[in-house]
């Protein structure tokens, strides 16, 4: 088959270069235009998936705008079978679809109907899942409904942070999307209805989602960190209780102790052990990084700020409306 390939993100990559590998032909790819990057936001930054296609001598056509009247002719004049989209990064019109024979599949990172919207990944180690996967779907007017084509899934592990799981499911999803094509292709892909009732939200992430609330149990403030390594990273500010000083820090790794509640306890203060009280058991720090400093063990922290028990961990929240 004729193939069209929107992306951006380097999540699809290894789809695109299967696609180019494959039997079926590629016949069009579409970017995200490039962006202002870097410190000073002078430099062009292009995409994953354009730099791809540059390096692979493949024409990758910068699209501000999908659904434009002058980049629809150009999808049009790719004659293609059949749209493939991963992480591209607009919504595409039901009129762009149709210019394909077969329409367009998506690859989505979760197991739909769960985890819809911009960030599934993100949101399944936050919530806990001990599982996930990808989903090959059509395209639809509302995000993730379409019809599913086909699933795989794997694990995820206790210590697994956001790359990792991203990396796993990036591969993963090429012999299921290969698989897919090829049965498209012949005539024998099944499309099954989503069920409506067990749809959940995996909305587009801002900073706040970041801010650590130690009231929480520490298992689901170690969840926190694991999803949002490392944007927007899970944040707190540390007040030194001799000093009154204050520093901001994004905590990378950390792991669940077992504490029993004691009178007096504060959520977010240090213990005898230098764990961080939480609501439920505490939180053993492993790995941060202050603002503007870069990541170290908790242990070289500790060293260079003199921390000790009853030194407090604050809500970024509450520090940035001077509530403490």
């Not at 929107?6 to 290894?14: E, I, K």
């Not at 790359?163 to 499911?169: A, G, I, Q, S």
């Amino acid at each position: 088959m004729r193939i069209v390939f929107l992306g951006s993100a380097q999540f699809g990559v290894p789809c695109l270069e299967a696609i180019y590998h494959s039997d079926h032909e590629l016949v069009g790819a579409f970017t995200q235009p490039a962006r202002p990057a870097g410190r000073h936001r002078s430099k062009p930054h292009h995409t994953d998936v354009d730099s791809w296609c540059s390096q692979n001598n493949v024409t990758c056509i910068e699209a501000e705008n999908i659904n434009a009247p002058d980049t629809l002719e150009k999808v049009a004049a790719c004659k293609a079978d059949l749209m493939v989209v991963i992480a591209f990064g607009q919504k595409v019109s039901q009129e762009v679809i149709g210019l394909q024979k077969h329409g367009a599949v998506n690859v989505h990172a979760s197991l739909l109907p769960k985890y819809r919207g911009a960030a599934p990944i993100h949101w399944a180690i936050m919530n806990g899942e001990t599982e996930t996967g990808i989903s090959i779907i059509t395209l639809a007017d509302r995000m993730d409904a379409g019809l599913i084509l086909a699933q795989d899934k794997i694990p995820i592990l206790p210590d697994e942070t956001v790359k990792c799981v991203h990396d796993k499911l990036s591969g993963l999803a090429v012999g299921a999307l290969m698989q897919t094509i090829d049965q498209i292709a012949n005539d024998s892909a099944t499309y099954l209805e989503q069920n409506e009732t067990l749809v959940t939200k995996a909305p587009k992430l801002t900073k706040k989602h970041g801010y650590i609330d130690w009231n929480r149990p520490a298992g689901q403030i170690v969840d926190q960190i694991r999803g949002l390594w490392p944007w927007p990273a899970a944040q707190s500010v540390y007040v030194n209780s001799k000093t009154g000083k204050s520093w901001r820090v994004a905590i990378s790794k950390a792991s669940a102790l077992v504490r029993s509640t004691e009178k007096g306890d504060i959520c977010g203060t240090l213990d005898e052990n230098l764990n961080v009280i939480c609501g439920d058991d505490a939180l053993q720090i492993l790995k941060l990084k202050p603002a503007g400093s870069h990541l170290m063990d908790f242990e070289a922290y500790v060293n260079g700020h003199q921390c000790g028990a009853g030194d407090l961990f604050v809500s970024a929240e509450k520090a940035l409306n001077g509530l403490f």
